[in-house]
């Protein structure tokens, strides 16, 4: 048996139940990862509360563990896996979520050695995250070096990944976020700030050549208007944006997309975590029994950086 949080039914952070339940075993081509840490993410809360079964009909069999970014020890190896060995270090993310738990099953192809330099809290706060902000820089921004980059929402999982991977493209960053953090902004490598909660969207008009919008929403018209014309409207959550201004300025609006897991991808991240290239910010740091707390304040979208659970205390 073990530790694990689940959800018998969608609703509020206090549907998150913390219970003793099996512990999984590992099929063919998995290994079961004693889990040290699992990372938060908005999608985590989204599925939770039935908003992406709603939105999105992505909806998982009653009860079930939320999480997919984990870091632990591989605890043992099932049928055909024989990447990992018991013992190894490793960071990655489930298939079917179950990361908020003291064992996970994951298949081996979903995982990374850690790097000596990372600790497990650290290194659950990067897949998904990290992921979703290279794909929307990388291959969805169409950004050639010392062309303007707008980020929205840079304090928050994926936009402070999206700003540091931006600037080491050789972009030029203008970040939107609210004065608290603004110094945060800069020393992610922001050229300029710009504070949503006082400064005028007038400004902005035309000077970016990509967004990439991590709020979304509904009121995303002012960001449509930062976008020159010919550049790209690049949405990493649910949003809403007007297809007849796209066209009048000449914006192209890329599709929302679940950026795929690539454990080649994920050292790649992991090596530029140990040289200090790239930064991975917790904001807060709970056991897995806050869950309900780590939850609340995912969606309060106030967090600062990456909410990661221990699983020990
Ligand atoms: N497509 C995918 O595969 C994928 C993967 C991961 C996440 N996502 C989605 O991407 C979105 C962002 O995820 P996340 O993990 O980065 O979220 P997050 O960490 O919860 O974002 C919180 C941050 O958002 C900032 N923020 C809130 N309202 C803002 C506003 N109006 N303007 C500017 N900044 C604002 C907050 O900063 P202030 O306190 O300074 O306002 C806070 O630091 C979510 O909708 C999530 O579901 C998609």
């Known amino acids: 048996m073990m530790n694990a949080v689940r959800i018998h039914e969608y609703g509020p952070p206090e549907a998150l139940c913390f ?34 079964a709603e939105k999105f009909g992505l909806s998982l069999t009653l009860p079930f563990t939320p999480g997919y970014d984990l870091a632990g020890v591989v605890e043992e190896t099932g049928p055909g896996a024989e990447r990992y060995l018991a013992g190894d270090r490793v960071f990655g993310m489930t298939a079917t979520a179950g990361a908020y738990a003291e064992y996970a099953a994951v298949p081996e192809s979903r995982l990374a050695p850690l790097p000596a330099a990372l600790d497990y809290v650290h290194a659950a706060g990067v897949p998904m995250s990290a992921f979703t902000a290279w794909t929307a820089v990388h291959e969805q921004s169409i950004l050639t070096p010392g062309q303007t980059a707008l980020i929205n929402g840079v304090s928050g999982g994926v936009g ?43 400004e902005l008009e035309g000077a970016a050549d990509a967004v990439i919008d991590t709020v979304g929403g509904e009121w995303t018209d002012a960001l449509v208007r930062s976008v020159r014309q010919g550049g790209t409207l690049v949405p990493v959550g649910w949003g809403q944006y007007s297809q007849a201004l796209a066209e009048t300025i000449g914006v192209r609006v890329q599709k929302l997309l679940m950026a795929p897991f690539e454990a080649a991808r994920l050292e790649w ?37 990456k909410i990661v659970l221990r699983t020990e205390a």
């Not at 740091?285 to 869950?291: G, K």
């Open 19 to 52: 219970e003793r339940v099996p512990r999984p075993a590992a099929g063919p081509g998995e290994v079961l990862i004693r889990v040290r840490a699992a990372g938060v993410n908005p999608g985590d809360w989204q599925m939770r509360s039935g908003w992406a």
């Open 160 to 202: 402070h990944y999206a700003v540091q991977f931006a600037k080491l493209e050789g972009a030029r960053v203008i970040a939107v976020t609210s004065g608290r953090n603004r110094t945060f902004a800069q020393s992610l490598g922001a050229d300029e700030v710009f504070d949503y909660t006082t400064d005028d969207w007038v």
């Open 269 to 305: 991240i992991g090596e530029l975590l140990s040289a200090g290239d790239l930064h991975v910010e917790i904001g807060a740091e709970m056991r897995l029994l806050e869950a309900v707390r780590a939850h609340a304040l995912s969606e309060s979208r106030r967090a600062r950086g």
